[in-house]
């Protein structure tokens, strides 16, 4: 097997890490929001409501991003 062919491990491993930030993030975010949704007349519900959302656009965000340093590890020659 050609050596230019093989799978980066490093960048491979960079990529599990982001998928797993990412999977960590895909249930805080929804928690949150289920938690400020349930307490609307609290005086903390605008504060929370900000940060579920932007947990879960984070999720998004490593989805992508992991998911693309995990193919530029199997696919990218060097």
Do not use: W
């Amino acid at each position: 097997m050609d050596e230019n062919n093989r799978t980066d491990k490093e960048i491979l491993t960079k990529g599990i890490r982001q998928m797993a930030l990412c999977l960590l993030l895909m249930f805080l975010g929804p928690f949150m929001m289920h938690i400020a949704f349930s307490n609307q007349e609290k005086s903390l519900y605008i504060p929370i409501l900000i940060v579920a959302a932007i947990l879960c656009a984070s999720a998004i965000y490593f989805l992508f991003k992991g998911l693309n340093t995990i193919l530029d590890s199997i696919f990218k020659k060097k």
